[in-house]
């Protein structure tokens, strides 16, 4: 067995440490593997291991990084960790247990906040320990405990918040503050995640969003971050998102350019929402063909890809990470529109750029300008000075607004 270096050490850590036959210099520490299979590391120039310990260490890692590897490090508290089998192992930099209680075993790393779940070795129930203060912040009295870090964007974004995720049956869960166990939001719910730096709790079928940043109270919110959104957008991006319509993973950054495959899903959930049915069930329903692409397997691509919704790139590509163009968005939701029986309610706009369209969209962008919501949304409209600029790029949250507005019509 050899010695494994974290992957989350950064570039300058990685050169610093010279592997030998025998052995290891890290950060003037000696790291040994006796012969029995045993790892040690010693104080420099002694033979003094400053870890002691009577276990079996299969890894011996030091972490002190936070590139990547998010919940598996700790920017404040660097360490020095190792596992045998499923058991974790932890310490300072001085050799001492991190968890210095012999009745608890730590079964998680350190969080950015200093904070790791821990077991009762006697209950076998779970809680957090803090490596700040070196004691339990949440009692051993949960099935489950899950640490839920908020990432927020921005340079001025607010560090990470932790948030317990607790569990005293295994099926409804409890959101915790780790510091001192107190409920941050009272209630049992379905399932507790982040979303956006949010706080989403889901209980029988609806999704609530709370700010964890909000310290003693948690403060409703919307998924989508108004901060991080053009301000013509947020009302209606907020709306989608309550409506279920956009992924975690599109909730966030949402002025870059959405992408054919972020586009397809968007397209999907507006199907499933009208219709009861995921696009997969409606391929069967409509004797859709299977289709497959050589560059992306996603499930909703394929399905709207059977179901005639969007084409490929030539070549058995689809090209899922390429920016969707305006005239291929328009495309795609006038399609999408006939499979959801979604008729044009108004005259289409004549764009000043009409040549500029391709041959192959321009029905379609004449049709998508000819539908509008009960209160005169327009589904897709042009870009100002009545052109419709066909090959421009559409950005996240113009495609979750155009998304929306497609779910509304009658």
């Known amino acids: ?235 209606e991006v907020e709306k989608a998102v309550t409506a279920e319509l956009v992924s975690e993973e599109l909730q966030r950054q949402y002025t870059k350019p959405c992408t054919r495959q972020e586009f397809c899903q968007l397209v999907a959930a507006v199907a499933q929402k009208r219709t009861g049915k995921t696009v997969q069930q409606l391929v069967v329903c409509r004797g859709g063909t299977d289709s497959s692409f050589t560059d992306t397997d996603d499930a909703d691509v394929l399905a709207c890809a059977s179901l005639g919704i969007v084409n490929g790139v030539g070549n058995g590509r689809f090209a899922p990470d390429a920016h969707i163009t305006r005239e291929q968005a328009a495309t795609m939701l006038v399609r999408a529109a006939g499979i959801l029986d979604i008729r044009t309610n108004r005259e289409h706009t004549p764009f000043n750029d009409a040549d500029r369209i391709s041959t192959w969209a321009k029905a379609a962008v004449a049709e998508v300008s000819a539908m509008q919501t009960e209160d005169g949304a327009m589904v897709m409209q042009g870009v100002g000075s009545n052109r419709f600029a066909p090959s421009g790029i559409y950005t996240r949250e113009q495609s979750i607004m155009t998304a929306y507005r497609l779910f509304r019509m009658k």
């Open 1 to 235: 067995m050899k010695l494994i270096v974290h992957r989350a050490l950064s570039a300058a850590l990685a050169l610093s440490l010279c592997l030998s036959g025998a052995g290891a210099a890290w950060y003037g520490r000696d790291i040994q593997r006796q012969e029995n299979g045993n790892y040690v590391l010693y104080e420099p120039y002694s033979d003094k291991n400053i870890i002691e310990t009577p276990y079996h260490l299969y890894e011996l890692t030091y972490i002190g990084s936070t590139d990547g590897m998010a919940g598996v490090h700790s920017a404040q508290v660097p360490y020095y960790c190792a596992k045998n089998g499923s058991e974790i192992f932890l310490w300072n930099a001085s050799g001492r247990n991190i968890v210095s209680d012999s009745s608890l075993r730590a079964v998680g790393f350190i969080s950015d906040g200093g904070y790791m779940v821990v077991q009762n070795v006697q209950n076998g129930l779970y809680g957090v320990w803090s490596a700040e203060k070196g004691q339990l912040t949440v009692p051993c009295r949960y099935q489950s405990v899950r640490l839920l870090t908020g990432q927020y964007e921005g340079a001025e974004a607010p560090p990470p918040e932790i948030v317990v995720a607790a569990t005293m049956n295994g099926q409804t869960w409890t959101p915790l503050r780790s510091y001192d166990g107190k409920v941050f939001l009272p209630g049992e719910f379905d399932e507790i995640s982040t979303a956006s730096g949010l706080l989403a709790v889901r209980k029988d079928g609806q999704t609530a969003y709370y700010d964890m940043r909000a310290g003693m109270a948690a403060v409703p919110q919307t998924a989508a971050n108004r901060s991080l959104m053009s301000a013509w957008a947020a009302d």
